[in-house]
């Protein structure tokens, strides 16, 4: 799967050689399948030694990011202007900022509108990144887009290399894509930080949000929560209104003096079940109860997006109670679109079950230390549930399949996972399977598979130095394909066949390859409205 950090280096003409070289033009060589458009993207992914220059220099990066972007809309006809007429919503954070926005699209098309998503990374398929009215891309409408503007900006290249990678290039092709689908809204989730990412190009949303915010890519985005604050705090805008999930006091104080000196309007979010429902129980589409926040975050942000439209939200009340420094937005009337919106989203991959006989797959892309925390509490929980709910005299066996990428310290991950329950705990590479032609969407050039196993080794031995008093016992996989086998293989490590709840967790990357073999249309299961999805493969 393409890694995120791949998708923010800026490729500079002093370490051109490290990058892979731009093919020939698309059309010239009439590529028409999208497997070979997928291909042909995949040739804009920076590898491993430009992630490290970008690593060791990430003010070099940071600094040419926008006005590139700039550059490239321009390349293919659009102007920063033109992307006034999406109605932005932007969104940063740490953790949960895939979760508001889908929480954001979710309700917004059932008012009626045209939406636009943008997010990464994606689970499966490429295409996910790019949504209009909720669903994918098409590989057809898919490949005519990538079409339209790699040749574009292909054919006004000032030097050979000078095409954009990875990540720049999608978002270029989604703005794109959301100008010509003339969607009503587009909700655009930042990639990584918000001050230099290229999604800031957006001057005017209609309305910001940060969710909730810890430690990530800290080799780019600082150390400290107060550094991190500041970088996620860059897509605020003068007189546009921003709203945060609750954050710790350093982090908050960061946010305020930001949108102080921006001149946006900063308010607190609260949990989505202080708003009034009527009397009806607070129902998610999205399991765990660090959606609420998130949730929480969303309503406030469609509102605002409503009522900017002047036909539809609730009206706000005055704020009357502070958060620290900052007023805390008040409760709102959930309506019924809202309601449903909140009830009917769907986010794959996190926090997400789904049943395939005896095996069960608790599945959640958690790639941060809290997240961690968070998702092992979830697992302990739905696990119980599930349980209890598919009662079976058959002894029920727990097994951690884990994978940790980048920069991330494992131990500061698996120390959480030590209460679980597991009997065994499997490493893999974010590999799908030895021969990936019909998983193009899972290649990444940034990742060296001898690296990759290596780093699965080590994160072993820190689970056996964390957790070794425990007797769980380990294995390593040499991809996620050959882990699959070993856990469905007729369950050989009990002599009566079990029952297995199997929890794949630390990288979203990791989860998408699991869910390209189980799952690859995203479709097979369906939600019984708890999160879980059921089926047969």
């Known amino acids: ?15 051109v050689s490290a990058t892979t070289s731009v093919r020939t033009s698309y059309t010239e060589i009439h590529q028409t399948d999208y497997e070979e458009v997928i ?48 109605n932005v919503i932007h969104v940063s954070g740490t953790k949960g900022k895939g979760s508001t926005c889908a929480f954001c699209e979710s309700i917004l098309r059932r008012h009626g509108y045209k939406t636009g998503f943008y997010s990464s990374p994606h689970v499966v398929a490429v295409r996910e990144r790019i949504r209009i009215d909720g669903r994918p891309l098409s590989e057809t409408a898919f490949s005519r887009y990538f079409r339209e503007v790699y ?19 999608l978002t270029v092709m989604g703005f794109y894509v959301f100008v010509k689908e003339k969607v009503d809204v587009a909700i655009v989730e930042v990639g990584i930080g918000g001050q230099y990412d290229c999604t800031n190009v957006v001057r005017k949303p209609v309305v910001c949000g940060v969710s909730s915010l810890g430690f990530d890519h800290t080799a780019i985005l600082g150390a400290t929560l107060p550094e991190i604050a500041w970088q996620k705090a860059g897509i605020f805008k003068p007189d546009v209104p921003a709203f945060t999930s609750p954050q710790a006091d350093e982090a908050l104080a960061v946010l305020a003096d930001r949108a102080r000196n921006i001149g946006a309007a900063l308010f607190v979010s609260p949990s989505v079940e202080s708003h009034d ?14 959606q609420r926040a998130n949730a929480g975050l969303a309503v406030q942000l469609v509102n605002v997006w409503l009522r900017s439209r002047k036909t539809s939200g609730v009206e706000w009340k005055p704020c009357v109670k502070m958060h620290g420094s900052i007023p805390l937005a008040p409760s709102l009337d959930i309506t019924g679109e809202m309601a449903e919106g909140l009830g009917g989203c769907d986010w794959p991959g996190r926090h997400q079950v789904l049943r395939r006989g005896n095996l069960t797959y608790f599945l959640d892309g958690a790639h941060t ?15 119980q549930r599930e349980n209890f709910d598919v009662w079976s005299s058959r002894p029920l066996k727990r097994i951690l399949l884990f994978n940790a990428t980048g920069a991330r310290c494992a131990d500061s991950f698996l120390l959480h996972f030590g209460d679980c329950g597991f009997d065994f705990a499997v490493f893999c590479p974010n590999i799908a399977m030895k021969s990936v032609k ?24 820190t689970w056996s130095k964390l957790h070794g008093a425990v007797g769980v016992r380990t294995k390593v996989c040499a ?9 469905s293989s007729g369950f050989v490590f009990c002599s009566d ?40 493969v």
């Not at 006005?67 to 490239?72: E, L, M, R």
């Not at 809290?370 to 979830?378: D, I």
């Open 1 to 15: 799967m393409v890694l995120v950090g791949s998708s923010q280096v800026i490729t500079s003409t002093s370490i």
């Open 39 to 86: 291909s042909t993207l995949n040739s804009l992914q920076s590898n491993a030694t430009v992630l490290e220059w970008a690593r060791k220099n990430p003010g070099a990066v940071a600094v040419r990011s926008l006005p590139q972007t700039i550059k490239y809309l321009a390349r293919v006809g659009l102007s920063v202007d033109d992307l006034n007429q999406l």
């Open 151 to 169: 040749d574009r900006l292909y054919e006004k290249r000032s030097y050979p290399e000078d095409m954009p990678p990875y990540f720049k290039f």
């Open 277 to 290: 429902w009527h009397g009806t129980p607070v129902s998610l589409g999205l399991a765990g109860n660090v």
């Open 369 to 383: 230390p809290e997240s961690a925390k968070t998702c092992a509490e979830w697992f302990v929980e739905a696990s």
């Open 438 to 461: 019909r998983l193009a969407d899972q290649v990444s050039v940034a990742v060296m598979e001898d690296e990759s196993l290596r780093r699965c080794e080590s994160n072993r031995t």
């Open 479 to 487: 991809t996620i394909s050959d882990a699959l086998d070993w856990v």
């Open 497 to 536: 066949p079990s029952r297995v709840h199997l929890l794949v967790t630390g990288s979203l990357h990791l989860v998408g390859g699991v869910l390209s073999i189980l799952d690859p249309d995203l479709e097979s299961g369906k939600k019984n409205g708890s999160g879980i999805c059921v089926g047969s």
